[in-house]
């Protein structure tokens, strides 16, 4: 006798769920892993070797830079960094293209010394992607990119958004006193070198760019940025940083911080400057205008 409709309905149901408790079990049987054959702007891991009281060696700090067509300079190089000299941080936003819900968020460190001498430096947490392969929400959902924090030199990662890909690019100077990002600074520090030991899997939801950033700043100040729906739909984490009082005026509305903190034009303006000195240029313009200025932003 065959099967009734029900029965088979019930069978395929339960056929469904088998398969998709297969499928979960093989994906959490996935270990992370660090031998794989990588994308080239992701090939090396960074770490931080401490040198002396306040002092570390920034070891496989990317170097690239880029011009409309691709990479004019891939590099890695070693930097040396006195966290006595920590005098700002930045936050950056990426918007993706077609969803302002959803950004790529990273900061940067930036070291003057009694000499007037800058240094700056990126960190952004990335999905480490193997060579070729193309970045997709849904498969980092399911353990198919390692986590990777990219410290590198912040001409490389502005001019790669705002060049290469000529995608829009927002900066926001963060509050927050000198002694406190050094404490900021060393907690990336053991969260680098943690992942360099042991690595992670990158997820869509729980390890994305932004939630990693919080996690990090919770692991230095507890509390300080409490969960928000920003950690997810990362295009609103600027708007959720002004709110808690870290990005901007408190009575300054969002909307008119955020229209002059577009500096897409100004890193194109400037995209050509040595590095050393590119963190100054589009810092100048941007203080002296608080917009981009006419002649960049036609650009």
Known sequence: MGLGARDMINLLF?????????FAGLILMRSPRDDRVWSPP?????TFD???PDRYRLNNVRAFEYGPEGALRKEWETAEINTEHLREI???VEPFTGNPLFAHS????VFEDKAGERQTYSVSIEARKEAGEPYSAIHGIMRAYELLYVWSTEKDVLTRISVKLDHKLYAYKMDVA???AVVLFDYFVKRTNELADTPRFY???????TNELAKAVNDAYPGALPWHRSWVMTGRSAKWLHKLGFVGAEDEAFADITARSDIRPLVRAHALVEAGDFADFWRRDLDQTGVAPKAAAAE
Do not use: K, Y
């Open 203 to 209: 997820n869509t939801l729980h390890s994305n760019c």
């Open 42 to 46: 992701l090939a090396e891991v960074a």
């Open 14 to 22: 339960l056929v469904a769920i088998a398969a998709a408790l297969i």
């Open 50 to 52: 401490e040198t002396g």
């Open 106 to 109: 990273f900061v940067s460190f």
């Open 90 to 92: 930045w936050f950056f």
């Open 178 to 180: 000198p002694e406190r």
